[in-house]
């Protein structure tokens, strides 16, 4: 029998409805493949996209050539721009705004690797401090309210480049799927002065069923609410708000909590397509009291269909425990 | 150069960036194929569905026999189902209700068409009566709030079953997306004391330059912050609530109105995998002064990616205006 679940974060009600069985292969799992070729984001390639913002590299080595291990490149084709100032146009039926923001990609390694994992615990912890820093730039322009870090892997997912990257999007406004978490949160706090991730985790370490994998600073669950089968995040036990403002110290631990769980995955699937993202605390202060990071992993094993784009209400076949229990099982 | 803009109805912000060109050949459009095998929808399967709630058939035909034109059947693997009563269970992190609700299949044609676009006026027009008999009938459940009525073709859009064929999935509460567009469309009420669909419609005839085809009852355009390359919207003229009472004497002129759409689709895109979905109002008659029923075409062009999953914001590569442009030229 199916039920609907409500997401205590973004309030978004899920119907999980699950059939006859929650094996992954019984899903149409979408997967990744390389298909090679000429790939602009390797060692010797620099000129091929635009010059760098920033970069983690050998000492001595020069800007825009070799001697890197992650580099940060404005997209080639962005989204949105650093223009002058925000303009807002328009009455109540075509209101719109010019493309302000930033839209950087940041290139994971120097060799043709296809997924983070291929990387070393010190090599995802530079991906972790790249994005770190690529936060803390952007926070102090002033026409910048949120930085969206996110990554597509496969052609279902969104990706166009196969070689491991990230991108990270500025925007003048705070989205409003962050909004709604937010606003989420805070009558969270206010109801039970606390916040609500860190109600969320204490309630999920204490129930067990979703828990995906417990590392000294992170936790890796089956959301309640899931909207896909497999869905996962991953949450620090710490109440820190911004991303890039966690310690360092800890970023070894999410680099072997958040590689654990992409290679449980790969392990399930069969190297699934993916996205994953980062929500944050918008920049500011404001939200420190009762938001805190975290990470969504989505594998693409189910299409949006009709149904989920008329309503927002999506329809998850596999129940969010045993996606859990399964991927749990997998030894990594 | 890109620019944000806010969809009036959905309250929801896209990202226009359009790419050098707007050529419909220039995305990886996901098309649909037929893959043919054993069809349980043909006429002569009809023991290979769940018994039959609906039929349009010839006079002296049998419930489940051959002999009908267009057939309703319970969904095989239903997201919901006609349980007692809504339940709610849960505290404010764990919220969940029994999955009520109806779950239904309407089977286009008794022939093995891929394409609601193949049959005749008169065939399409018994699709809507269907429709339009099927929410008649489910909004007398007092248990249901509303009737999503939806289509998925094409793999890439979600479908498993190629037959040409339409869902509808009735809830006991009215979905998120619905509850934001009428909570706009009520405001829009409060301040112009006009229903927000038909001013949209007023303001796009008069611009005119996202209008995509206009017929004697119907628009179709595409909307001013579309969240897909090509999306386009119908609409009716005259200001109708709720689909289930569209009068049958305009229907003949939605069939050529949403079939011109669908052939122009067809001819840009290569017969891409789409959605569409009717937005109407809710059960009862609360909504009425300020909604206005609508049909959303989705064809299956780009992929959602890590961005989109974390903001709700779409970036969308073709300006709208390019998009009508492009389809008006279109001969069909």
Same mark, same amino acid.
């Given at each position: 029998?199916?039920?609907?679940?409500?997401?205590?974060?973004?309030?978004?009600?899920?119907?999980?409805?699950?059939?006859?069985? @929650? *094996?992954?292969? &019984?899903?149409?799992?979408? $997967?990744?493949? #390389?298909? =090679?070729?000429?790939?602009?984001?390797? +060692?010797?390639?620099?000129?091929?996209?635009?010059?760098?913002?920033?970069?983690?590299?050998?000492?001595?080595?020069?800007?825009?050539?070799?001697?890197?291990?992650?580099?940060?490149?404005?997209?080639?084709?962005?989204?949105?721009?650093?223009?002058?100032?925000? @303009? *807002?146009?328009? &009455?109540?039926?075509?209101? $719109?705004?010019? #493309?302000? =923001?930033?839209?950087?990609?940041?290139? +994971?390694?120097?060799?043709?690797?296809?997924?983070?994992?291929?990387?070393?615990?010190?090599?995802?912890?530079?991906?972790?401090?790249?994005?770190?820093?690529?936060?803390?730039?952007?926070?102090?322009?002033?026409?910048?309210?949120?930085?969206?870090?996110?990554?597509?892997?496969?052609?279902?997912?969104?990706?166009?480049?196969?070689?491991?990257?990230?991108?990270?999007?500025?925007?003048?406004?705070?989205?409003?799927?962050?909004?709604?978490?937010?606003?989420?949160?805070?009558?969270?706090?206010?109801?039970?002065?606390?916040?609500?991730?860190?109600?969320?985790?204490?309630?999920?370490?204490?129930?067990?069923?979703?828990?995906?994998?417990?590392?000294?600073?992170?936790?890796?669950?089956?959301?309640?609410?899931?909207?896909?089968?497999?869905?996962?995040?991953?949450?620090?036990?710490?109440?820190?708000?911004?991303?890039?403002?966690?310690?360092?110290?800890?970023?070894?631990?999410?680099?072997?909590?958040?590689?654990?769980?992409?290679?449980?995955?790969?392990?399930?699937?069969?190297?699934?397509?993916?996205?994953?993202?980062?929500?944050?605390?918008?920049?500011?202060?404001?939200?420190?009291?009762?938001?805190?990071?975290?990470?969504?992993?989505?594998?693409?094993?189910?299409?949006?269909?009709?149904?989920?784009?008329?309503?927002?209400?999506?329809?998850?076949?596999?129940?969010?425990?045993?996606?859990?229990?399964?991927?749990?099982?997998?030894?990594?």
């Amino acid at each position: 029998m199916s039920e609907f679940r409500r997401d205590p974060l973004s309030g978004r009600w899920v119907i999980v409805a699950p059939e006859r069985s @929650a *094996r992954p292969t &019984d899903f149409p799992v979408e $997967r990744r493949y #390389g298909v =090679g070729g000429f790939c602009p984001f390797c +060692e010797g390639n620099e000129d091929k996209t635009p010059p760098e913002i920033f970069s983690i590299r050998k000492d001595g080595t020069a800007p825009n050539g070799p001697g890197w291990r992650v580099r940060v490149v404005p997209n080639r084709f962005p989204a949105l721009q650093m223009e002058d100032s925000l @303009a *807002r146009q328009g &009455d109540g039926l075509c209101r $719109r705004m010019n #493309g302000l =923001g930033a839209h950087e990609v940041i290139i +994971e390694s120097p060799r043709h690797v296809l997924s983070l994992c291929e990387l070393d615990c010190a090599g995802v912890k530079e991906v972790f401090l790249t994005y770190r820093g690529r936060l803390r730039g952007l926070r102090e322009d002033p026409r910048l309210a949120y930085g969206m870090i996110f990554k597509n892997v496969g052609a279902a997912a969104g990706a166009t480049v196969e070689h491991s990257h990230s991108q990270l999007i500025a925007t003048p406004v705070v989205p409003a799927m962050v909004r709604t978490e937010l606003r989420n949160a805070r009558k969270h706090h206010e109801a039970h002065g606390a916040c609500l991730l860190c109600d969320i985790l204490s309630a999920e370490l204490a129930a067990g069923v979703r828990v995906v994998a417990r590392g000294d600073h992170f936790v890796a669950l089956a959301p309640f609410a899931a909207r896909f089968p497999f869905e996962t995040w991953v949450l620090p036990k710490a109440h820190v708000p911004h991303f890039e403002e966690h310690p360092a110290e800890a970023l070894d631990d999410l680099a072997a909590t958040l590689c654990g769980v992409l290679r449980r995955l790969d392990a399930a699937l069969g190297s699934p397509a993916y996205n994953y993202l980062i929500h944050t605390s918008p920049f500011g202060r404001r939200f420190d009291a009762y938001y805190h990071w975290h990470i969504e992993i989505i594998p693409c094993v189910t299409r949006v269909a009709g149904f989920e784009w008329g309503t927002g209400v999506y329809i998850n076949p596999v129940l969010p425990e045993s996606a859990a229990a399964f991927l749990t099982e997998i030894r990594v």
